[in-house]
């Protein structure tokens, strides 16, 4: 269409449809931040000259000099040549409604999560008394920051087992002010949390099984594959989580767990747990919801895997 030569002007409207184009012509795979090419082109688009999400709407037929042109034609360019999720290449992902700093030391945030964060888990726990609230595995800390001032009268500990990845997510924590509420932690799952106890505790580990790895496209191996990968069947983080999550919860509270395409297994591993599945607004049901209650053991053995 345009945009043969990078010194052409052009306006943000007809590089969005061009960069749409090239990604599609390209077979690009999405997931990680978006679902859909115009998405992607956009948010390509809008971040390389400076337009955040919600002003692209109103910036569509605005002219662009030749060097924005050529720095939009790079990053596309580059998005597929390398097969590299949009957000490591801008260095920025969009979660709860936040901008958050990303690179490759942590996996792109996308947690569905993140809203039932914003309603404040309501029904399922009053707000107002939250006041200890733990978000295991991390990562980017992108979780632990929507926590924050969803309930802001809470203390969080945000714990991760890479230390890179809780790198990135100090940068995060200090980018929102948040360096006196949110205590990050290295923990190898709850191992370094002692005896703390929370009134809500949240998690999005790893969950996908060795098959469903192996398949991923291209974009996903540019992940840390310790934030993705947990054993044969997906299982192994959520096993050690469901397992020991009772001795870390204040009574009343709740334990909110995604895991993704591994919800059949972990119903046949656990039939015994009565998982409420929470509902996003597309219809995923992948996150469970537990409380104290129920994840406490009515005799001296744990609640343990069969296997
Ligand atoms: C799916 S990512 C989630 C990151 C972030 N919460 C989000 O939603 O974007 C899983 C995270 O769990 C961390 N992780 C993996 N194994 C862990 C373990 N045994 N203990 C603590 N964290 C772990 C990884 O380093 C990674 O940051």
Redesign the pocket.
């Known amino acids: 269409m345009i945009l043969n030569s990078r010194r052409q002007a052009a306006t943000v409207r007809q590089l969005v449809l061009w960069g749409e184009k090239q990604l599609l012509q390209a077979g690009i795979a999405f997931g990680h931040g978006t679902d859909n090419a115009l998405d992607e082109a956009a948010w390509l688009v809008g971040s390389t000259i400076g337009i955040t999400p919600d002003a692209l709407d109103r910036s569509l037929d605005r002219h662009l000099n030749p060097e924005q042109v050529a720095a939009v034609h790079r990053i596309i360019d580059a998005r597929i040549r390398n097969r590299k999720p949009a957000a490591y290449l801008l260095q920025e992902a969009w979660?709860a409604g936040l901008r958050f700093y990303v690179d490759e030391r942590?996996?792109?945030?996308?947690?569905l999560?993140g809203e039932f964060v914003l309603e404040q888990f309501q029904p399922w726990i009053d707000g107002a008394r939250v006041h200890r609230v733990l978000?295991?595995?991390?990562?980017?800390?992108?979780?632990a920051v929507a926590l924050a001032k969803a309930f802001p009268q809470a203390g969080v500990d945000a714990?991760?087992?890479?230390a890179e990845?809780l790198d990135v997510a100090r940068i995060n924590v200090a980018a929102y002010g948040l360096d006196d509420r949110i205590r990050l932690l290295r923990?190898?799952?709850f191992d370094a949390l002692g005896g703390e106890k929370y009134d809500l505790i949240v998690?999005?580990?790893?969950?996908v099984s060795a098959g469903e790895l192996a398949a991923l496209p291209e974009e996903y191996r540019h992940e840390?594959q310790?934030?993705?990968a947990?054993g044969t069947d997906g299982l192994d983080?959520v096993t050690?989580i469901l397992t020991e999550a009772a001795d870390h919860l204040l009574p009343g509270g709740i334990l909110v767990v995604?895991v993704g395409n591994s919800r059949p297994a972990l119903e046949q591993r656990f039939p015994q747990l009565p998982f409420m599945w929470l509902c996003t607004q597309t219809g995923d049901e992948s996150v469970f919801l537990l409380d104290q209650a129920q994840l406490t053991p009515r005799d001296p053995g744990r609640i343990e895997s069969p296997e």
């Open positions: 979660f942590v996996i792109v945030p996308r947690s999560i978000d295991l595995c991390t990562g980017s800390g992108c979780i714990a991760d087992i890479s990845a923990s190898d799952l998690s999005n580990p790893p969950y840390p310790l934030a993705l947990s983080a050690r995604e």
